[in-house]
């Protein structure tokens, strides 16, 4: 799992608090939307293991608790997690943060995206904060090309800087987005 700038949660765990927050849900119900072919999973996947580690971790540090059960397939009960007011909270506060690094937009980003759309929250505030914390630093990396028009290091990082910004103004034009379909 990716660390992120937020202290003590991993990526993955910010997955399981995310698709926690949607609705609540048994343990092996997220490890299935966190298969690489799952809704999430698309975006972010996480093994099974760890996603029980992460729900043990969130659940320890009081981000998650449980509110119910349901009858499990094999006979005994499941139990029903959801975010708590803290967890929640810190989520909220987690999708509007902009990724730090162009690194960062593949994994971290991305994952935002799709937690905003299923909580059915408007991402345009994070797109909006993303394109002001990006869009100076393509110009100047489109700067550092013109100097180094042969660097591949410097070449690569201007496009993928031009390729972030096109995908954000992108999304900003689509306007606010709603839910994401299952």
């Known amino acids: 799992m990716v660390r992120t ?7 993955g765990e910010w997955a399981v608090l995310g698709v926690l927050a949607e ?22 996947s996480l093994s099974r293991p760890l996603t029980y580690r992460a729900v043990e971790t969130l ?11 349901e009858p499990g397939i094999a006979g005994g009960r499941r139990r029903l997690l959801a975010p708590t007011g803290r967890g929640r909270q810190q989520l909220e506060s987690w999708l509007r943060q ?5 690194r960062d937009v ?20 994070l797109v909006e904060a993303q394109l002001q914390a990006f869009a100076p ?8 090309a ?10 690569w990082r201007c496009e993928s800087s031009r390729s972030v910004v096109r995908f954000l103004e992108r999304l900003a034009r689509a306007g606010p987005t ?5």
């Open 59 to 69: 659940e320890a540090q009081g981000l998650i608790e449980p509110v119910g059960e």
């Open 178 to 182: 709603g839910r994401s379909p299952r």
């Open 137 to 144: 630093l393509a110009r100047k990396l489109a700067g550092e």
């Open 23 to 44: 609705q609540p849900a048994h343990g092996f119900a997220v490890a299935r939307r966190l298969e690489p072919g799952g809704d999430v999973g698309r975006a972010w």
């Open 106 to 125: 593949r994994s971290e980003l991305l994952l935002k995206l799709l937690l905003c759309g299923l909580a059915g929250a408007s991402s345009q505030p």
């Open 5 to 11: 700038r937020q202290p003590g949660l991993l990526l």
């Open 146 to 155: 013109r100097r180094s028009p042969t660097d591949p290091v410097v070449l």
């Open 98 to 102: 902009p990724v730090a690094h162009l």
